[in-house]
């Protein structure tokens, strides 16, 4: 957050930003119940606040999530191999109870299981958060049961976790609480809420990103540690924090945060590390050996050529393209005319991750959710997106009814994957196009266009830069004349102070 030396002072606060006054998608989706809000509406005088309704709209849309799921859990799960996908309502949660272990009391990373897979292929914080849904499962009973009561108890469970990140997005933007609306009536948010313990790690790194939006370095740094126990992908925000750091000259919050996330990491990790090294690893071992898989554009080569790609050559490339893609974030970073919103550089390091990995399970939307809808909350972009993903949803699924159904072949042939495939990619690129397009005219980004600079930035926001490159380094002395909106640092009036770069 910017410190009271370099904030101007203000009688009055700015208003809350309304976005049925400001988007037209926004405004007109207004008119179901009663259209946008009036200039002398009194908002903030009644229990009715933004964040609440928000939760509450996001726990409604998580419910109708597990009314989708109800064929499978009447059945499907438990008979016929492709009906759970014909249904599109699969879930790895009640397959696993038997599978790794939960249903014979084994404990997660120290017994070994029977089948294929040694241990417990999930990284700690995961597995504790399965290992207590298995403690409030009853014993008793049928096996059908107790997977049955297993997967309510997980979803019981992540249904917290929907309403946290609900809450956090809703309050990282102080001044955009309705934001929040964005992720809780997001079509995939719903759909695959349910399907694997993702949205365990995403609201600790939803509640890390509050955190450092209000200055608190340690405390993001610590949920950011135990959101990367959860699920690798969150580590890469630290990446984003790197380069903006860099550029505001901010060193010292960075550090502390690089500390904390690396205090948790270890508090959770090292007593698993100690007495359980084979099962611990195991997360890491099958990352780095499992093949090209579902939804990756790496699946859409090896099925159309007469040589498929080698696991280890497959790892090399996307390794490399990764590398490539965070070089790129950091270019964009110091040449930018303005430093990036943090949300921005964090969406666009995570969907490089998604778009370059070897195995893109539907899932892994919910990554995304909370970061795109900080990074561009424009609802037009925002539902195209998830037009998107909604059709690899059930894209995702009919395919695997086509291969599970014999010769009856019910369901999208492997061409037809193929396309719902390059509708996932051509979706979150033009998600990040919109993105970077933000930052190279920063103008046109929403956020800074209603008079903010970074609401989700922390100590960045209002900061001046220390190092830049390009033309942002050297600006013009004396410019032209123009006639789009000018963006200053902290409201649409402001001049930027003395020696900071625009």
Not at 384 to 393: D, G, K, N, S, T
Not at 430 to 435: D, E, G, N, R, S
Not at 466 to 476: C, E, Y
């Amino acid at each position: 957050m910017p410190s009271a030396e370099t904030t101007p002072t203000s009688v009055h606060e700015p208003d809350p930003v309304r976005p049925t006054r400001e988007d037209e998608v926004a405004a007109a989706g207004s008119e179901l119940i009663g259209g946008p809000v009036g200039r002398y509406a009194l908002l903030g005088t009644t229990w009715w606040t933004p964040v609440r309704v928000v939760v509450l709209v996001a726990i409604g849309m998580f419910a109708l999530g597990l009314v989708q799921k109800a064929p499978c859990y009447d059945g499907a799960w438990f008979f016929g191999a492709s009906s759970q996908y014909t249904h599109a309502c699969y879930s790895d949660i009640p397959h696993l109870y038997q599978g790794r272990g939960f249903a014979d009391g084994l404990v997660p990373y120290f017994d070994k299981l029977q089948g294929d897979m040694e241990y417990l292929e999930y990284p700690v914080l995961t597995g504790v958060f399965m290992e207590v849904a298995a403690w409030l499962t009853p014993g008793s009973g049928s096996l059908q049961h107790q997977e049955q009561v297993y997967w309510f108890v997980n979803a019981g469970m992540l249904m917290v976790c929907a309403a946290v990140i609900a809450v956090c997005v809703s309050r990282t933007h102080a001044r955009r609480p309705w934001d929040g609306l964005l992720v809780a009536l997001a079509p995939a948010f719903a759909l695959t809420a349910t399907i694997n313990w993702d949205l365990l790690a995403v609201a600790l790194t939803a509640a890390a990103m509050l955190m450092w939006s209000r200055g608190r370095s340690f405390a993001f740094g610590v949920l950011l540690g135990l959101a990367t126990a959860a699920k690798l992908y969150p580590v890469l925000l630290l990446g984003a924090l790197l380069v903006l750091c860099w550029r505001a000259g901010k060193w010292r919050d960075f550090g502390v945060a690089l500390g904390g996330a690396t205090v948790a990491w270890l508090a959770v990790n090292l007593p698993v590390m100690a007495f359980a090294f084979e099962g611990w690893s195991k997360f890491y071992t099958f990352s780095q050996e499992r093949g090209v898989d579902f939804g990756s554009f790496w699946l859409i080569w090896a099925q159309n050529s007469t040589s498929p790609p080698s696991t280890d050559t497959v790892n090399t490339l996307a390794t490399l393209l990764m590398l490539l893609c965070c070089a790129g974030i950091a270019v964009l970073t110091f040449t930018a005319p303005r430093r990036p919103r943090f949300a921005q550089l964090a969406f666009l390091i995570v969907a490089a991750f998604i778009l370059t990995n070897k195995v893109y399970s539907p899932q892994y939307v919910l990554w995304l959710v909370p970061l795109a809808a900080l990074a561009r909350p424009k609802w037009r972009d925002f539902l195209i997106w998830q037009a998107c993903e909604v059709a690899y949803f059930l894209g995702i699924w009919m395919y695997l009814a086509y291969t599970t159904s014999g010769d009856a072949h019910k369901g999208l042939p492997t061409h037809g994957y193929q396309w719902a495939i390059a509708v996932h990619l051509l979706g979150t690129l033009y998600l990040c196009a919109v993105v970077v397009r933000d930052i190279l005219m920063p103008e046109r980004d929403v956020v800074r266009r209603a008079g903010d600079d970074d609401p989700s930035g922390g100590v960045l926001d209002g900061a001046p830069d220390v190092f830049v490159l390009g033309a942002a380094a050297h600006p013009p002395r004396h410019a032209a004349h123009f006639d789009a909106p000018q963006v200053g640092w902290g409201s649409p009036e402001a001049e930027p102070p003395p020696g900071r770069s625009l």
